[in-house]
């Protein structure tokens, strides 16, 4: 009985989809810094923000997320020309309630957006 439990607290734990809403601000940086700082620990399903489209597109390439979302449609455009078939880009008003119904995750982290 001892070797299970011993053999259950050895095995890698799971690694936990984020989805990162405002992950362009202070916070949502801060928090990248730490999911960066766990490697094996989690994946990045999704990002969101509101109108930091280069800021955004760096972390998505850098985390390998293939779902992101802004709020601002201009911003989108910029995103999408920059991603290509990287990523997927939603944008425009409603990208953000979009991205959490499309994402899978098991951790949702939310800032503000807009």
């Not at 734990?13 to 601000?25: A, D, H, N, Q, Y």
């Not at 094996?40 to 760096?58: C, P, Q």
């Not at 910029?78 to 997927?88: F, M, N, V």
Request: proline share 4%; aromatic share 0%.
């Amino acid at each position: 009985m001892l070797a299970a439990r011993e053999r259950a607290r050895a095995a890698p734990p799971t690694m936990r989809r984020v989805l990162l809403l405002g992950s362009t601000g202070s916070v949502g940086t801060s928090t990248l810094d730490v999911v960066e700082s766990l490697p094996g620990s989690f994946r990045v399903t999704g990002l969101a923000a509101a109108t930091s489209a280069e800021r955004l597109v760096d972390q998505a390439l850098r985390h390998g997320c293939p779902l992101v979302a802004l709020e601002d449609e201009d911003a989108a455009g910029r995103a999408r020309a920059l991603l290509g078939d990287r990523a997927e880009v939603l944008g425009g008003p409603g990208a953000t309630l979009e991205i959490v119904r499309r994402a899978e995750a098991d951790v949702v982290d939310r800032k503000s957006v807009v």
